[in-house]
């Protein structure tokens, strides 16, 4: 039964191939007047109203005979499809199916190797806070041992106790180079950790399969909520101008004869009934 269809089909597009134009002479010779055709005078305007009207009569004659030709090809196009139209959904269906299913498990590992580098992001802040923590509490307490020593030297002082109070202010002088080390190091412990990358997901890779090799692709989108709002370059747009042009058009054939910001107007042109 497929056999005896295609052998009509091909019948079919033989018999196109070979059939002649008929009006084929008839339209060259309408040409050939219409280039050496004058109008300077009502009579030549009512000759060339009479050209036109054979040349429009010409090319209706002529788009039903090439209708004549294409409407089989358009059945025999149709039938093809109609033919694999079935499988290739069943097939797209399947496609999309399996990427899904890609798409899922994907997200799945995105999703957990984001947990993990924020885990671990967190581990690697928390030790900078407990080392910057540690290294604050250490100068404090310097900083307590270091007016324990001043007071302590201050009160040999007035006591006559000269090589005692000698003593605590050397001490109280260590302290002090003491805790300040260890303020700077706690401040430079915060400053290593902000300055520090950011511990990054680790993307997923390539997977190589006996035919394909499966990837993830990164694709944009967007959508406009406030068209006003939109920058200038982007509304200038020629394509965004010709959409707008194309709305315009429809509206003022629809019959509308004022829009602000657009020049409406009327042009005549000869028609030949």
Do not use: C
Request: proline fraction near 3%; charged fraction near 30%; glycine fraction near 4%.
């Amino acid at each position: 039964m497929e056999q005896q269809a295609s052998n009509q089909d091909a019948m079919a597009l033989q018999a196109i191939e070979e059939r002649p134009i008929a009006t084929q002479a008839e339209a060259e010779q309408l040409i050939e007047r219409a280039s050496v055709i004058a109008v300077t005078n009502p009579v030549e305007l009512a000759s060339a109203g009479d050209l036109a009207k054979s040349i429009g009569r010409l090319l209706k004659q002529r788009e039903a005979d090439r209708l004549s030709w294409t409407k089989p090809l358009k059945d025999i196009a149709r039938r093809i499809e109609l033919r694999f139209k079935p499988g290739d959904e069943a097939l797209e269906s399947a496609k999309r199916m399996v990427i899904g299913k890609q798409d899922f498990y994907s997200r799945k590992v995105e999703a957990e190797r984001a947990a993990e580098a924020k885990r671990l992001q967190d581990i690697a802040d928390a030790k900078a806070r407990a080392e910057a923590q540690e290294a604050e509490r250490v100068a404090g307490e310097l900083r307590e041992r270091q007016r324990a020593a001043e007071e302590a030297a201050a009160k040999a002082a007035a006591e006559g106790r000269a090589a005692e109070a000698a003593k605590q202010a050397a001490d109280a002088a260590l302290l002090a180079e003491q805790s300040q080390s260890a303020t700077q190091h706690a401040e430079e412990v915060l400053a290593q950790a902000a300055a520090a990358p950011v511990i990054q997901p680790q993307p997923v890779s390539l997977v190589r399969g006996a035919e394909a090799v499966s990837s993830q692709r990164t694709t944009w989108h967007a959508e406009i909520l406030d068209f006003k709002e939109l920058p200038e370059h982007v509304i200038a747009h020629p394509k965004v101008k010709e959409a707008a042009q194309a709305v315009v058009d429809a509206l003022v054939r629809s019959g509308t004869r004022e829009l602000s910001g657009v020049r409406i107007y009327s042009q005549k042109t000869t028609i030949n009934r």
